[in-house]
């Protein structure tokens, strides 16, 4: 396998395993010490099955994603503007702080950069794929 498509297929499943890992925590949050307002627990709780369903489409586009180019914006997109609303939401009606989320913002920044570069290699590496209509 090229170099630039396992770098794609990384980012896919980094994506892929830290989406569910959030959202375990935003459907169960009383199991990781969660002590917000009860209004964003319920927020929480329904944002939480949209990372739930980030991360089957994560899967889906991990096994072919050369093929299957347009499933990070699908992904990203609407995984991103829940993710932001929650994160909002919680500054102002239950509490965060910004200590407290500044980990969760490195590791989305992190993963962010990741997909972007892999996605950039693998487009100058294979510009055929990125042309085409998916």
Known sequence: MDRRIFWLRASYWAGTILSFMASLQMIQSGLFG?????DFAVFFFATGFFALGGSWL????GRKPEQRK????????P???AWVA??????AFAGFSF????????????????????SLRARRAYPKWWSQRA
């Not at 929650?86 to 500054?91: K, S």
């Not at 500044?102 to 920044?109: A, D, S, V, Y």
């Open 99 to 118: 200590s407290s989320r500044l980990p969760f913002w490195l590791i989305q920044g992190c993963l962010s950069f990741l997909v972007l570069l892999s």
């Open 34 to 38: 969660f002590s917000g307002k009860k």
């Open 79 to 81: 995984v991103l503007i």
């Open 86 to 91: 929650a994160e909002i939401f919680g500054f």
């Open 58 to 61: 994560l899967i889906r586009g």
């Open 70 to 77: 347009g499933f990070l914006g699908v992904v990203l997109c």
